[in-house]
């Protein structure tokens, strides 16, 4: 065996799940295709709670610069419809405005830190599989050679070579006629709001930044990043053409959504600066996300349109899901069945985000019924407990994975939490970046430890205790920084201590 995993995609998600298995203890080589990072730029941002999920690998304090932790966004937007957020008591809206290259960037240079093998100019050409492992054949710059592995994961994006030597169907749709187009550019200061920082459109009025403006005849964005305005419009039953784009094309398009010109000018800057059309879309996924000793991960698994942002919400977190799982199935302690509830409690993520997208894409479309739509969802939002539903679907914190146990917490994303330990005051955040996972006891008495005997290779311990109202008294997180147990007693019983015990059968293994 050449290795013990080998992931196909120096994307994002290929990285990020490079970077856990890492903290893991398995060193997997990655193959990327391209010689050299892409200057391509998709995403503009991070959205929803992935940005909590790298504060806790303390990739949110390199992406962002600052050592305070993330907070709630108190606006955002729904099909083009504002989502006021500021009023929610719990707000789970998370957001980062970072180019999606600067995350692969920061993500390549934790996975290189972390001793990751990334071999650029390499393609993946061929798999085949047999019980004790996986053959991949690569087409490298010095010929072609074949990698023999444990397990393999396609991390190869939404076209996936991995996906398709292995057969694996991508049902879905395709939309045609929808075309997008956007581009740095640089737009009068008169025209911008010093306040707002919106747009006055001359002849047609002031535009909010970032918040999506739907007309009758399409969409108009206005995004004033640190990194460069960006301005992007998508119009619906046209032909996009294969011309190259250009600043007077987005000009038209811009002219006939709002009716009127705007002004404006290339970027200024070093750039990288997007000039880009996209015609049509496809919301697809994966029959399965498993075949054999061979995984789909993000985009290979899951395609859909980029509206509100939530591809990197659910890549990523499909990386931290999968990478523990992965490592304990090399590792031997894997209980069985671990690996295939990287499915089970993926897959419902990825249907809920297929879901949002298309209703997001239903409601921008023209038309009056559409019209109609939006002036009911709109009635609707101005329900703080609809608000809270939409927030919670589109930053992910709906998501409560099927795990044993009644604790409301169960299944969940650890709240988080400041504890004060022997050491001092500490971030929960902080003491999750090794991503071992974790049995947290803040009982009077420290009662639990007895119960990790038998695991303390796997599982570490924490004592401490917190100030903060309302929390458990006891939590079992898992890697992934989701609660695999809690419990709200001050001194648990045996009870307690044989649903803990189960809880970390099913997670982390029998103990020895
Ligand atoms: C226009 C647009 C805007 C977007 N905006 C946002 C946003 O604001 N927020 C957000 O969260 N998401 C956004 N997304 C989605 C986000 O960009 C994707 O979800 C993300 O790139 C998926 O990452 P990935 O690592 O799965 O795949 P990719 O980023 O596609 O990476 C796959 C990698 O695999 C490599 N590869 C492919 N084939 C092979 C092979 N045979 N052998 C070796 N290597 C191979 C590729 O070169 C590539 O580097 C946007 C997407 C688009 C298109």
Not at 135 to 144: K, L, Q, T, Y
Not at 201 to 211: C, D, E, L, S, T
Not at 278 to 294: H, I, P, Q
Not at 375 to 400: N, P, V
């Amino acid at each position: 065996m050449t290795a013990d995993v080998v992931i196909a995609g120096a994307g994002p998600n290929g990285l990020m799940l490079a970077c856990e298995l890492s903290l893991a203890g398995v060193r997997p080589i990655v193959l990327e295709r391209l010689n050299g990072q892409t200057k391509e730029n998709r995403a503009n941002g991070l959205v929803g709670q992935v940005v909590r999920a790298l504060d806790r690998r303390g990739l949110y304090e390199r992406l962002s610069g600052s050592a305070e932790p993330p907070r709630p966004s108190p606006a955002f937007v729904f099909g083009a419809m504002p989502l006021d957020l500021g009023r929610l008591d719990d707000n789970p809206m998370y957001g980062m405005p970072v180019p999606q290259h600067r995350i692969e960037q920061v993500l390549e240079e934790r996975a290189l830190e972390l001793g990751v093998e990334i071999r650029r100019g390499h393609e993946l050409t061929g798999l085949s599989q047999d019980e004790d492992g996986v053959d991949a054949e690569i087409a490298g710059p010095e010929g072609s050679y074949r990698l023999r592995t444990r397990q393999f994961v396609g991390a190869d994006g939404g076209r996936s070579v991995t996906r398709k030597l292995c057969g694996i169907g991508f049902p879905g749709v395709t939309r045609d006629g929808s075309v997008s187009r956007g581009a740095h550019v640089t737009v009068p200061a008169e025209l911008i709001d010093p306040v707002t920082g919106g747009l006055n459109v001359p002849g047609y009025g002031p535009i909010p930044p970032f918040m999506h403006h739907r007309t009758d005849h399409g969409l108009f964005v206005y995004a004033p990043f640190p990194t460069g305005t960006l301005v992007n419009v998508t119009e619906w039953n046209q032909d996009g053409g294969d011309q190259p784009m250009s600043l007077d094309e987005l000009r038209d398009s811009v002219r006939r959504v709002l009716g009127v010109d705007l002004p404006f000018g290339p970027p200024e800057g070093p750039g990288p600066h997007q000039l880009r059309r996209l015609s049509g879309g496809n919301t697809r996924l994966a029959e399965r996300f498993r075949d054999g000793r061979v995984l789909l991960l993000g985009d290979a698994a899951h395609v859909h349109s980029a509206i509100g942002g939530p591809g990197l919400n659910l890549g990523l977190q499909d990386a931290l899901n999968l990478g523990w799982k992965l490592a304990a199935q090399i590792h031997g302690w894997a209980p069985p069945g671990l690996l295939d509830t990287y499915e089970t409690e993926r897959r419902p993520a990825a249907e809920r985000v297929v879901m949002h997208t298309q209703a997001q894409s239903a409601l921008i479309a023209p038309g009056p019924e559409v019209t109609a739509l939006r002036a009911l969802f709109t009635e609707l939002l101005r329900d703080e407990r609809t608000t809270k539903h939409i927030a919670e679907m589109m930053s992910g914190a709906d998501i409560r994975y099927d795990l044993e146990g009644t604790h409301p917490l169960t299944g969940r994303p650890a709240p988080d939490l400041v504890l004060e330990t022997a050491t001092g005051s500490v971030r929960l955040a902080e003491l999750t970046r090794t991503a071992r996972p974790l049995l947290i006891d803040l009982t009077p008495d420290a009662a639990l430890a007895g119960a990790l005997d038998g695991r303390r290779d796997r599982v570490d311990l924490v004592t401490a205790k917190t100030s903060q109202d309302g929390l458990p008294t006891a939590v079992l997180l898992r890697p992934d920084c989701y609660v695999a147990w809690a419990s709200d007693s001050l001194r648990p019983d045996a009870k307690e201590h044989d649903t803990l015990r189960t809880a970390l059968a099913s997670a982390f293994g029998p103990a020895r």
